[in-house]
């Protein structure tokens, strides 16, 4: 079985094109998702209040608007989170894999590259949506303001240097077809010794 990531900005289209896999019986692992549910361990959720400070959780629960704003203004803190929560998920993602028997499984991150977890897969696909079409995405999907969203994609490492690195690119620019492209790389996987 092999390993795919699949990567790209904020509003880039991950979870669309996701779905379109899980449509081809493809299993995908959701890092965002798993990341968020490693805040509901008692034990984790202590060691986030130690680094982090009191006032990230209220009543027992994880306030994520108080964390978001102490790391995405501060890329020390960033990294430190990062460095806690993604261990945390890649173990995740392997007992889930474990689990699976598609000729391959995906993990969703949109911070492949930034945790340097790209030598844990086989392939890599990148989704590339220029950068006013994500933001645009982001603004309408989240509500939030747009400097909310290119704070977070300037956290992010280029779309650029995303594409440079990744074994397939899926141009998601609201002009090209979605289907084919998917096709095609799903072909490909499958075809590979």
Same mark, same amino acid.
Not at 76 to 91: A, F, G, Q
């Given at each position: 079985m092999k390993n795919i990531c699949l990567t790209g900005s904020i509003g880039s289209g991950k979870t669309l094109v996701c779905? @379109? $896999?899980e449509h081809l019986g493809i299993p995908v692992f959701n890092a965002d998702i798993q990341? %968020?549910?490693t805040y509901n361990d008692k034990l984790f959720l202590n060691q986030i209040v130690e680094e982090f400070g009191m006032n990230i959780v209220v009543d027992n629960v994880l306030d994520k608007k108080a964390l978001a704003s102490i790391v995405f203004n501060n890329k020390?803190?960033? *990294? %430190?989170?990062?460095? +806690?929560?993604?261990? %945390? @998920?890649?173990?995740r993602f392997f007992q889930w894999r474990n689990n699976q028997s598609a000729p391959y499984v995906i993990l969703e991150s949109a911070l492949l590259f930034e945790i340097g977890w790209e030598e844990r $897969?086989? %392939? *890599? *696909?990148?989704i590339n949506s220029p950068r006013e079409v994500s933001i645009?995405?982001? *603004?309408?999907?989240?509500? @939030?303001r747009r400097e909310v969203v290119e704070e977070r994609i300037n956290n992010q490492i280029s779309n650029e240097e995303k594409v440079d690195m990744s074994d397939f690119i899926i141009y998601h620019d609201n002009k090209? +077809?979605?289907m084919p492209q998917i096709l095609d790389i799903h072909k490909k996987i499958i075809g590979l010794e």
């Open positions: 779905s @379109v $896999f990341a %968020k549910e020390e803190r960033l *990294i %430190k989170l990062n460095s +806690m929560v993604h261990p %945390k @998920v890649l173990d $897969f086989d %392939k *890599i *696909i990148c645009q995405r982001s *603004i309408n999907r989240d509500n @939030v090209t +077809m979605l």
